[in-house]
């Protein structure tokens, strides 16, 4: 298992209906080698890292489907 932290940009931050988004992020994606693994973010304010699904990877982006509820901030 490799692990690597890296910092990726957000190209795309697309609404795909209410309360669900597809957030494509660019960056160095070699430790990824397949859809279904998860990245955990480091989000600005929170302790926790978010361990997140990737939905879509290929060459220097990945997909990410993120789903908010009314509970989420």
């Given at each position: 298992m490799?692990?690597?932290q890296t910092t990726l940009t957000v190209t795309e931050n697309t609404r795909l209906?209410?309360?669900i988004y597809r957030l494509r992020l660019?960056?160095?994606t070699s430790a990824i080698t397949a859809?279904?693994?998860f990245v955990n973010l480091e989000?600005?304010?929170?302790?926790l890292r978010r361990p997140i699904s990737i939905c879509n990877w290929?060459?220097?982006n990945l997909d990410l489907i993120?789903?908010?509820n009314s509970t989420n901030q």
């Amino acid at each position: 298992m490799i692990v690597k932290q890296t910092t990726l940009t957000v190209t795309e931050n697309t609404r795909l209906v209410d309360g669900i988004y597809r957030l494509r992020l660019a960056g160095d994606t070699s430790a990824i080698t397949a859809p279904g693994q998860f990245v955990n973010l480091e989000l600005p304010g929170k302790f926790l890292r978010r361990p997140i699904s990737i939905c879509n990877w290929h060459h220097h982006n990945l997909d990410l489907i993120i789903l908010l509820n009314s509970t989420n901030q």
